[in-house]
C-alpha cells in the first residue's frame, strides 16, 4: 500500500468519523437551525469519508495489480 493510498484512507477515516459524531449530535441540538446546519454538515462529511474509502480502495486494488 502506497503512501497516497493510506493518506486517502486516513482522510476517510476522519471525515467519516466526523460526521457521524455530527449526526450522533442532533438530537441535542435546540434550534432548528443548529439541527439543520449538524445534519447537512455531517451528511456530506460522512458521504466524503465513504467516497474517499471508496477510492482509496480501488486505487489500492489498480496499483497492487489484483
Do not use: K, P
Amino acid at each position: 500500500m502506497t503512501q497516497n493510498v493510506l493518506i486517502m484512507l486516513a482522510i476517510a477515516l476522519v471525515a467519516g468519523a466526523v460526521g457521524l459524531w455530527l449526526l450522533l449530535r442532533l438530537r441535542s441540538r435546540v434550534t432548528q437551525q443548529s439541527r439543520y446546519a449538524h445534519g447537512m454538515v455531517g451528511m456530506m462529511a460522512l458521504a466524503l469519508g465513504i467516497i474517499l474509502a471508496i477510492f482509496g480502495i480501488a486505487q489500492w486494488s489498480w496499483s497492487s495489480g489484483t
